[in-house]
């Protein structure tokens, strides 16, 4: 059963339904509500004969066979629609029984006269149907650009946070890359003995003070512990942070502190307790000598 289109919206596609610019599914629900509605019965009515005026009014032109067969399909198929919506509406349903019971059939009732129009009634009714068209048109225009709005400004904001984020991995790759070689970098080799060697190298960036150390083997801290990074001088063991290995073993970590270059003497690892030491308390993990 084709459902009904709400009162609100069939006044709205009237109009365009006597130029045939509905759907046929959007043609179904409007015919199905007129049926019912004696209000926009009449309303569609008159809008198709301005339609019809309109049409009379135009220079002829010719239409080919199968667009004229189409045409007079579809004009039959809404004629008996309406038809049958106006014979719906006024077949009388409590009327009294004869005496055998039965009720008199519903007779047909002949369609009043149309009134008489002034010569020019007909433009007024087709600049109320033109203008019911193109109202309903312009409503349906506006909702589906604010709908291609929408998804234009979703898009734009997908794309932006998607160059951020690339421009964000860039920059962090450029920075490993310079904090890691070029001929300001000093490379410290740190190890240790024992059964699995903890090994790491310590890339100091001279010219951008930056220290990145990537180490591996090295086991996790004991409970409350944590590894602590030295850097060692001829008067001072300099903090430089603490960090913990992932379970495979691996370790990196970067840092930020000015130095002389020709300060530093050695790179140390520690045990201390977890949060750090202000100078080393805790056994030497690893130790790296410069030159060494």
Not at 5 to 16: I, K, S
Not at 43 to 72: I, T
Not at 111 to 139: D, H, I, K, M, T
């Amino acid at each position: 059963m084709t459902r009904a289109t709400p009162h609100p919206v069939a006044r709205e596609e009237l109009g365009a339904a006597a130029l045939d610019a509905l759907d046929p599914a959007e043609h179904a629900a409007l015919l199905a509500h007129v049926a019912e509605c004696a209000e926009c019965r009449a309303e569609l009515a008159a809008y198709d004969e301005a339609a019809a005026l309109l049409a009379l009014s135009l220079p002829a032109r010719p239409v080919d066979a199968p667009r004229a067969a189409q045409l007079r399909a579809r004009l039959l198929a809404r004629a008996r629609a309406v038809g049958a919506a106006a014979a719906a509406a006024h077949v009388p349903t409590d009327a009294p029984a004869d005496a055998a019971g039965a009720r008199p059939a519903a007779r047909a009732v002949a369609p009043a006269a149309p009134p008489r129009r002034r010569p020019l009634g007909w433009l007024a009714a087709a600049a109320v149907l033109a203008f019911a068209v193109s109202a309903a048109l312009l409503a349906r225009a506006t909702r589906e650009r604010d709908v291609a709005r929408v998804a234009l400004r979703a898009g734009e904001a997908r794309s932006a946070a998607r160059v951020d984020s690339l421009a964000a991995a860039l920059a962090t790759s450029r920075a490993m890359v310079e904090a890691l070689s070029g001929s300001s970098v000093r490379v410290v080799e740190l190890a240790a003995a024992g059964a699995r060697e903890p090994v790491a190298r310590m890339f100091w960036h001279r010219a951008a003070n930056r220290w990145t150390m990537i180490g591996h083997n090295m086991p996790r801290p004991k409970p409350g512990k944590t590894y602590q990074l030295w850097l060692v001088t001829g008067s001072a063991k300099i903090s430089a942070g603490t960090f913990e290995p992932t379970p495979a073993g691996d370790a990196m970590m970067q840092a930020e502190y000015a130095l002389p270059p020709d300060a530093l003497q050695a790179v140390a690892v520690t045990e201390e307790p977890a949060g750090g030491m202000p100078q080393p308390t805790g056994p030497t993990v690893m130790l790296g000598k410069v030159g060494e």
